[in-house]
């Protein structure tokens, strides 16, 4: 299942059209370009909140990696900040041969985004894109 959320004036997403992501795809893989990477992934990530709304993030790695902030939980933590608290959709990008959000993230996707959550990646830009519902990704996950 895919999505196409088109950018309207604002900063905010339109209505869907069935296809692909753009305007998260296109967000994620700029945000992307300003990830902290000490290792070889640079992630980007995007997500769009249920009032249409953008908020995106990047890795932010750190000497002890157990200070690492992956680019989901960051732009999840920009969205809490800006004083949204759900999310419908979020798109993950980076160069990797394969990846979905790790175990942690998907964490924060179901606490903010829930089992309907639509969430997306790609692996190099135009590429194909990946879409599930968190639900699909981790289907016992306790709720």
Same mark, same amino acid.
């Given at each position: 299942?895919?999505?196409?959320w088109v950018?309207c004036?604002g900063?905010k997403?339109?209505d869907?059209? !069935?296809s692909s992501?753009v *305007?998260?795809?296109?967000a994620?893989? #700029?945000v992307?370009e300003? $990830?902290?990477?000490l290792?070889? @992934?640079?992630v980007?990530c995007?997500l769009?909140?249920?009032?249409?709304?953008?908020?995106?993030g990047?890795?932010v790695?750190?000497?002890?990696?157990?200070?690492?902030?992956h680019?989901e939980t960051?732009a999840? !933590?920009t969205m809490v900040? *800006?004083g949204h608290?759900?999310?419908v #959709?979020i798109?993950?990008v $980076?160069?990797?041969?394969?990846? @979905?959000?790790?175990g942690?993230?998907?964490d924060w996707?179901?606490?903010?985004g829930g089992?309907?959550?639509?969430v997306?990646w790609?692996?190099?830009p135009?590429?194909?894109?990946s879409?599930?519902?968190a639900?699909?990704l981790?289907?016992?996950?306790?709720?």
């Amino acid at each position: 299942m895919e999505t196409c959320w088109v950018i309207c004036p604002g900063g905010k997403l339109g209505d869907g059209v !069935s296809s692909s992501n753009v *305007a998260l795809e296109s967000a994620a893989w #700029a945000v992307r370009e300003n $990830a902290r990477i000490l290792g070889s @992934t640079s992630v980007g990530c995007a997500l769009m909140t249920s009032t249409g709304d953008v908020f995106t993030g990047c890795n932010v790695e750190h000497q002890y990696r157990s200070h690492d902030i992956h680019a989901e939980t960051n732009a999840i !933590s920009t969205m809490v900040a *800006a004083g949204h608290r759900s999310l419908v #959709a979020i798109f993950v990008v $980076a160069e990797r041969s394969r990846f @979905t959000p790790c175990g942690s993230c998907m964490d924060w996707i179901f606490e903010f985004g829930g089992p309907d959550c639509t969430v997306s990646w790609q692996r190099c830009p135009g590429g194909q894109i990946s879409s599930f519902k968190a639900s699909e990704l981790m289907p016992y996950y306790p709720r």
